[in-house]
């Protein structure tokens, strides 16, 4: 199964990776508005951050001076921040994170060196504990005044923003205060709620729900594998998360040769529910209701592939994850055949084999594997419907034809990568070649995607159900 959410572009995206890479930020809730306080609140709000917004803010124009323009940036950035209200300066970072902007060429702009990077770390170290320092004053002041839901709101927001500046993972003191690391801590009352609602044990250890976690708040506690480019969470063991994070290391290379580079810094994600219920559960809680029938599915937005605890795991998670693989790497949205084709190219069971620390994907489909979607010589599924379908909505017909989707799927998507027959291949290239590169949309791609092919096809279409039918039946 395949859900994309188009990630927005955004510019200077030098300055926003380290945010981005932060496997547990951004903690404030996404969508919501933040509290609207009133201008005498603010005004001391502005009076206790405007020393923090100075050490930003100098150093920036320092790092100006200087020409280091991803240190600026990052500086000018933390400012805005902290005061949303300098507009003069909002409007010059917006010109400085326009890289391409002919006026920023003419400048020369100085790559990282050991010794700025040193001095740029330390200073990022201290002037966020600076600003956390700040925002645990403000909280605790807002915090103090009970029954104005508007200053409880802003509180939790500077709690939460400060726990994330600091970095996790959390303790409580014997007051049974959260510590924001050297910053200071988080009073005992409200403490308390934040452990429930804001922070979750990741083995054994707390830390700030990032926006997957946030929407599972059930969960108090998950473990987790990970490397600099995978991060793996199971709610059953460390073990599996572990294992599967094993599985993950050797097919990397794999979906890298068959898809192409990922292009973002995020780390290649895979949650794994322990039961179906559990699964269920979120999807219908998470605006997935549709999925619920699935094995699983692959999610662009939160940036992982979803599962649950199941007979035959590993297949189905080399399968959500190569979705997820394909979202990471193209802008867009694929026929269902094609997206579910890719796929099954790693995760159908006859497609890979996994023993003794070896794994092998892209195993060519055989008679044997495909005979049960031909009957009589023709296929289950025919190539009409196949080209137009929707594996999930053959998932939630409940009528059996789904399996014969899914494997029809993987063999077309075969048949058409690697037949030599000058009729197809050129054609094929074409459209994937088209389709890769269009931005069609998920609903857009179910048209414009099977027009396309029906386009490109058309003088060989009858040649091709026949030539594909055929390869099913016997794959040379
Ligand atoms: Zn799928």
Redesign the pocket.
Known sequence: ??ARVRALVLVGVVAIVPALLAPRAAAQGDGEKPALLDPDTRKYELDVLKPVFDKYYEAGSGYYEGSWRGEALWCFERAIELIPEAGGLRRFTGLLRDFDNPIWKRRKWKSPKAFVEAGFKKKKEQYDQAYATALLKLGAKYAKKPGDPILAKAAHERFLRALELVGGPYDLDAEGRLVAGKAGTIPADVSKRMVVDDLVLINGKRWLRDSMLRSLKSLDSVHEARDDRILVRTVTSEKQAADLLALLKLAYPQYEKQLGERATPRPLGLFVFPDTSSYQEWCKSSDHADRTL?A???TSKEGFAVTFAQARLEPIAL??V??LWHFDVYASEMPSWY??GT??FF?NSAAMRYAEGTLETGLKPTRATLAASLSDGRLRVPLGELLSGD?NVRINAKDGSAEHF?REAWALYWFLSTTKDVRFAGRFADWENFGLGSRWSRDAQKQSGAQLFDQLFAPVRAELEAAFTAWAADPQ
Request: no cysteine; charged share 20%.
């Open positions: 199964m395949a699935s699983g599915f692959a399968h959500e190569a979705h997206a579910e796929a099954e995760g594996a899914y």
